[in-house]
């Protein structure tokens, strides 16, 4: 019966019938069943995928598949954050949120770093962090003792959300992006976060997601995407930031030129290949690498200290990123997270290698 019932939403989507709110809901808890057959779901995702979802439908995929993950809430003080982006910008750039995130952490702000492998890029948060010896299959409990030790923690989507595990490889076979690659950053498992920035690849999806997340428990989110394509904030481009907060929607523009950067072309923070990403990517950490890279990770530092509540301003986030970058405190932040829950012999081969 249960195949029946998602095989007749599949029917009534394609036909562009009305779904109730119980019946989409319902729907969707199927697909995270195992005795649902692998082509039903295929089926049910294509037909969303081809019509599209509401702001409500969003929401409800959201608080299901937040309902089927591990939850975990650590003890921390002050903000807890996340910042993670959609993908699929295909814009060959490092891992510019990870090396934002460990500058804006070095702050003192608590950053819950939620993260996969690269779905369709060059190499993903999680790709990155395997490589340099960070163990992703560590239990799920030691990601809460590293943000309540270290303040920081990266969190690997698959073990937080393990429902997900058959429905990515039927994601992967279908070959093309899905609604779940929209939902995913949208779905960190910490229960107490009080802000989030989410880089979106597709500007066409800015007012789906806010209107989603108009009421969520998350004190502030900001969605961000540059107008030359990339589901961060840039310097080689306008950017559009919208802030989703007490019910409301802000739209800003944050123009490059008129903040403390350099204005650059795009080849200035693209990179060629899997090894010069984990290079740039851990010589941003570590201020050694060019201006024009050491700025993308300022400015999208800059914002994660805004949702921390450690400024108010983005040029102020912006000097403080170059000052803690200076202190060399991100980079130790990161070798204390490998020292603690990964390989640090690792690690020391990669800045061996890489001359850091």
């Known amino acids: 019966m249960s195949t029946e019932f998602l095989?007749?939403?599949?029917?009534?989507?394609?036909?562009?019938?009305?779904?109730?709110?119980?019946?989409?809901?319902?729907?969707?808890n199927l697909i995270f069943l195992d005795e649902i057959p692998d082509s039903t779901i295929a089926s049910?995702?294509?037909?969303l995928t081809s019509r599209g979802v509401s702001s409500d439908e969003l929401r409800i995929i959201r608080d299901i598949m937040l309902?089927?993950?591990?939850?975990?809430?650590?003890?921390?003080?002050?903000?807890?954050?996340?910042?993670?982006?959609?993908?699929?910008?295909m814009a060959n750039s490092f891992n510019i949120s990870t090396a934002a995130s460990l500058v804006a952490s070095a702050s003192g702000i608590n950053v819950a770093k939620h993260g996969n492998r690269s779905a369709s890029g060059m190499f993903g948060s999680a790709d990155f962090f395997e490589y340099i010896g960070f163990d992703l299959n560590m239990p799920e409990n030691r990601a809460v003792e590293s943000l309540e030790r270290l303040g920081y923690a990266f969190l690997f989507a698959p073990k937080f959300h393990p429902k997900l595990k058959r429905i990515s490889g039927i994601r992967k076979r279908l070959g093309f992006r899905t609604i779940f690659n929209i939902i995913g950053p949208l779905c960190?498992?910490?229960?107490?976060?009080?802000?989030?920035?989410?880089?979106?690849s597709d500007p066409n999806f800015f007012?789906?997601?806010?209107?989603?997340?108009?009421?969520?428990?998350?004190?502030?989110i900001f969605l961000i995407h540059s107008l030359d394509g990339m589901d961060e904030l840039s310097n080689t481009s306008r950017n559009i930031m919208l802030i989703v907060k007490s019910g409301k929607v802000?739209?800003?523009e944050v123009d490059p030129e008129l903040l403390d950067l350099k204005v650059v072309g795009k080849?200035?923070?693209?990179?060629?290949s899997v090894e010069d990403s984990v290079k740039t990517t851990l010589q941003t950490i570590y201020g050694k690498s060019t201006p024009a890279k050491q700025d993308i990770v300022a400015l999208n530092a800059a914002v994660a200290l805004i949702a921390g509540e450690k400024t108010t301003d983005i040029n102020d986030g912006i000097n403080i990123a170059r000052e803690l970058v200076k202190s060399e405190v991100p980079r130790n932040r990161l070798r204390e997270l490998i020292s603690c829950y990964g390989n640090i012999q690792k690690l020391d081969l990669v800045e061996k290698k890489f001359s850091l």
């Open 7 to 28: 095989q007749k939403q599949t029917r009534k989507i394609l036909s562009k019938e009305d779904i109730d709110e119980i019946d989409f809901r319902n729907a969707i």
């Open 207 to 220: 007012e789906l997601v806010s209107n989603a997340m108009l009421n969520s428990t998350i004190k502030k």
């Open 250 to 252: 802000e739209k800003h």
């Open 44 to 47: 049910f995702l294509t037909a």
């Open 267 to 272: 080849d200035q923070v693209q990179i060629k």
């Open 188 to 200: 960190n498992p910490c229960t107490n976060i009080t802000a989030q920035v989410i880089g979106i």
């Open 67 to 89: 309902g089927h993950c591990f939850r975990i809430t650590p003890k921390v003080n002050g903000a807890l954050i996340d910042n993670c982006g959609t993908g699929g910008d």
